[in-house]
């Protein structure tokens, strides 16, 4: 299982951005997937999972409210929708496969499979 994540960038203080991950193979559709942050400086953080069908979510405290997290199993692809963003939100943001069938928790040792991760600077 291979993961890339993209559309990070630059933002201004309660912009937008949309974060997009795909994973090869033909079993997405059996994998949950989370999402993963890391500031400097600090420890590597759970934002958002999604189960394998998609219907069920669970996020981090810090951002529930601004931040949805879904995902297409047409386009193998599981999406980050960011809105009002915060300078606090900075940091590299990863995306994980845990094992087949296995739910998209909050613990990072769940994870088996990481992307290289895309860089997310909110500036005030």
């Known amino acids: 299982v291979q993961l890339q994540a993209s559309g990070g960038g630059l933002v201004q203080a309660g912009g937008s951005l949309r974060l997009s991950c795909v994973v090869s193979?033909?079993?997405?559709?059996?994998?949950?997937i989370g999402w993963f942050r890391q500031a400097p400086g600090k420890e590597r953080e759970f934002v958002a999972g999604i189960s394998s069908s998609g219907g069920s979510t669970d996020y981090a405290d810090s951002v529930k409210g601004r931040f949805t997290i879904s995902r297409d199993n047409a386009k193998n692809t599981v999406y980050l929708q960011m809105n009002s963003l915060k300078p606090e939100d900075t940091a590299v943001y990863y995306c994980?496969?845990?094992?087949?069938?296995?739910?998209?928790?909050?613990?990072?040792?769940?994870?088996?499979?990481w992307g290289q991760g895309t860089q997310v600077t909110v500036s005030s």
């Open positions: 994980a496969v845990p094992a087949r069938y296995a739910p998209a928790t909050m613990r990072e040792t769940t994870y088996r499979y």
């Open positions: 193979g033909r079993t997405f559709s059996t994998y949950a």
